[in-house]
């Protein structure tokens, strides 16, 4: 299996809403990743899990909350978020956080923020 | 702070033509050298990954070059297929700890039948 699987692919939400956004792979990787691409720009780091622990938080709002219960499984956590949130979200893992590591991405979340 | 350049930003060729991507970056201290493509809506696929010790790296009708002193890479992708249209994106690895991804902007390709 070398898929990074996520979830919802789709997800419409108001600014005040409580949202989920969830990621699993069984690859047995040990690093993962979040990335916000907005449309027609290269995708932006969030935040990096190793070992299930933050390691790399890039000054992201509050509002995103992330959250890796094992090594499986990555959330991201969304709470009155805003418009121009709007984007689609992509995890990622890799075996480990060495540089020479491929990434595998996932297929996103298109989030839309009305 | 790194910043990478893909030029053209898009780029369409009649099939069978050879493809031709550049992808530059100001600082050349990097780790590591990704190529990723990407379909619309869809998440990235790594194609390439050049080790900065590395001149380039193969894989079927790919070809990957680094010339890290002079902040380039090249894409080739050989007797192009209509199944090639996608966005093709670099991305450095910086020399310091952690696989922090600086993306360059992506090269939009259309392999017309």
């Known amino acids: 299996d070398t898929e990074v699987t996520q979830t919802p692919k789709h997800l419409v939400m108001g600014m005040t809403n409580k949202k989920s956004l969830k990621c699993e792979q069984h690859m047995g990787h040990r690093a993962m990743y979040w990335y916000k691409q907005k449309a027609k720009k290269p995708p932006e780091l969030m935040f990096v899990?190793?070992?299930?622990?933050?390691?790399i938080n890039e000054s992201v709002p509050s509002r995103f909350s992330p959250e890796c219960p094992n090594s499986s499984l990555l959330n991201l956590h969304l709470h009155a978020l805003q418009p121009e949130d709007s984007a689609l979200y992509l995890c990622?893992?890799?075996?480990?956080?060495?540089?020479?590591?491929?990434?595998?991405f996932g297929s996103g979340t298109q989030l839309s923020v009305l | 702070k790194q910043e990478v350049t893909q030029i053209p930003a898009a780029l369409s060729v009649p099939e069978g033509e050879n493809l031709v991507l550049n992808c530059s970056f100001t600082?050349?201290?990097?780790?590591?050298l990704q190529w990723f493509r990407q379909d619309p809506g869809k998440g990235l696929t790594s194609l390439l990954l050049?080790?900065?010790?590395?001149r380039e790296q193969t894989s079927g009708r790919l070809n990957a070059s680094l010339d890290k002193s002079s902040g380039r890479s090249t894409l080739y992708i050989a007797a192009s297929q209509p199944g090639d249209s996608a966005t093709y994106l670099c991305?450095?690895?910086?020399?310091?700890?952690?696989?922090?991804?600086?993306f360059g902007g992506g090269t939009r390709v259309l392999v017309k039948p």
């Open positions: 990622a893992s890799s075996r480990n956080l060495g540089q020479s590591e491929k990434l595998f």
């Open positions: 899990y190793s070992y299930e622990k933050l390691s």
């Open positions: 050049i080790q900065s010790s590395q």
């Open positions: 600082d050349s201290a990097i780790y590591n």
């Open positions: 991305a450095v690895s910086p020399g310091a700890a952690g696989n922090k991804l600086t």
